[in-house]
């Protein structure tokens, strides 16, 4: 059984960093995409960032290029997002998801959620 385990949210001020982090469980991720979604209230999910668990491709949304980095550790079979730089916008519960492939996008690519995490940035 897959479980993904997001870990790191919390509250920052504008312009300042948080890493968070999804550890995932219950099966082999070769060949799989690591994504990170976030979903703002009254707003509709969206993407931010993926990784191959190969580590070989990275995406991201270019609201977060230059700010975001995603990552991944096979050994600790975890990924990260770094964030830094955030802004008020970046205010949103924070999801890991995993797909089988190597590129996914959409949220309804990834049959594999976690539970999400609150990052709340100040202005």
């Known amino acids: 059984q897959v479980q993904l385990v997001e870990s790191g949210g919390g509250l920052v001020q504008a312009g300042g960093s948080l890493r968070l982090s999804c550890a995932a469980s219950?099966?082999?991720?070769?060949?799989?995409?690591m994504g990170w979604f976030r979903q703002a209230p009254g707003k509709e999910r969206e993407f931010v960032a993926a990784?191959?668990?190969?580590?070989?491709?990275?995406y991201y949304a270019d609201s977060v290029k230059g700010r975001f980095t995603v990552s991944r550790d096979v050994a600790k079979k975890t990924v990260y997002l770094q964030m830094n730089n955030l802004k008020p916008e970046d205010t949103a519960v924070y999801y890991c998801?995993?797909?089988?492939?190597?590129?996914?996008?959409?949220?309804?690519?990834?049959?594999?959620w976690g539970q999400g995490t609150q990052v709340t940035v100040s202005s």
């Open positions: 990784v191959t668990w190969s580590g070989m491709n990275t």
């Open positions: 219950g099966r082999t991720f070769r060949g799989y995409v």
């Open positions: 998801a995993a797909a089988p492939g190597d590129y996914g996008t959409s949220w309804s690519q990834y049959p594999y």
